[in-house]
T-cell receptor, first 121, second 115 residues
Framework: DGGITQSPKYLFRKEGQNVTLSCEQN?????MYWYRQDPGQGLRLIYY???????QKGDIAEGYSVSREKKESFPLTVTSAQKNPTAFYLC????????????????????FGPGTRLTVL | AQKITQTQPGMFVQEKEAVTLDCTYD???????LFWYKQPSSGEMIFLIY??????QNATEGRYSLNFQKARKSANLVISASQLGDSAMYFC????????????FGSGTRLLVRP
């Protein structure tokens, strides 16, 4: 079955440690995204990538890093520079809208993974 | 700047009744898309329905319909014949025509369906 997988489901980090969250998709999507969700709030974009070996900062990129070496994979590293990393992290993917034109582009919904809940001890 | 506002933090609805979840948006883009997602307690975001800014008809998907009023910049979600499984968080989101194609989310509405 096609979809997005995220691992681990739960992750605990000590202060000062870097941790990496995995995101893999087999939907053949070019675009991938990382969002952060805090309790009682909506999602905020951390990083996104529209093509392999290229990625862009979102609204809250400070303290995070990503890589996009393969189309299927978009791992997120939460560094020690992220002062308040406890949150729910969601990865998403979509067709790269740039190639489809506006009429079809706008329907390219993002498909989400099951999320990783990160807690700092 | 784009913004999504959901003014209802929580709502109750009786099973089998209809419910409307409010969403207003702000954008200077002429072309944009509006989305609704459902987030059950498991955390996964489930796409429900989409409305394009140039779509003349309101979108419908099964029991979900979108009441799109462009002049008022509102995109309310209507769930008909509520079921217990509809209890979840619901998020309204918007995507404009900038290069990132990112989604801007509202703060969500928690819906509880009563038996």
């Amino acid at each position: 079955d096609g979809g997005i997988t995220q691992s681990p489901k739960y992750l605990f980090r000590k202060e000062g440690q870097n941790v990496t969250l995995s995101c893999e998709q087999n939907l053949n999507h070019d675009a991938m995204y990382w969002y952060r969700q805090d309790p009682g709030q909506g999602l905020r974009l951390i990083y996104y990538s529209q093509i392999v070996n290229d990625f862009q900062k979102g609204d809250i990129a400070e303290g995070y890093s990503v890589s996009r070496e393969k189309k299927e994979s978009f791992p997120l590293t939460v560094t020690s520079a992220q002062k308040n990393p406890t949150a729910f992290y969601l990865c998403a993917s979509s067709i790269d809208s740039r190639e489809t034109g506006w009429g079809i582009l706008s329907y390219n919904e993002q498909f989400f993974g099951p999320g990783t809940r990160l807690t700092v001890l | 700047a784009q913004k999504i506002t959901q003014t209802q933090p929580g709502m109750f609805v009786q099973e089998k009744e209809a419910v409307t979840l409010d969403c207003t948006y702000d954008t200077s883009d002429q072309s944009y898309g509006l989305f609704w997602y459902k987030q059950p307690s498991s955390g996964e975001m489930i796409f429900l329905i989409y409305q394009g800014s140039y779509d003349e008809q309101n979108a419908t998907e099964g029991r979900y319909s979108l009441n799109f009023q462009k002049a008022r910049k509102s995109a309310n979600l209507v769930i008909s014949a509520s079921q217990l499984g509809d209890s979840a968080m619901y998020f309204c989101a918007m995507r404009g025509l900038d290069s990132s194609y990112k989604l801007i989310f509202g703060s969500g509405t928690r819906l509880l369906v009563r038996p």
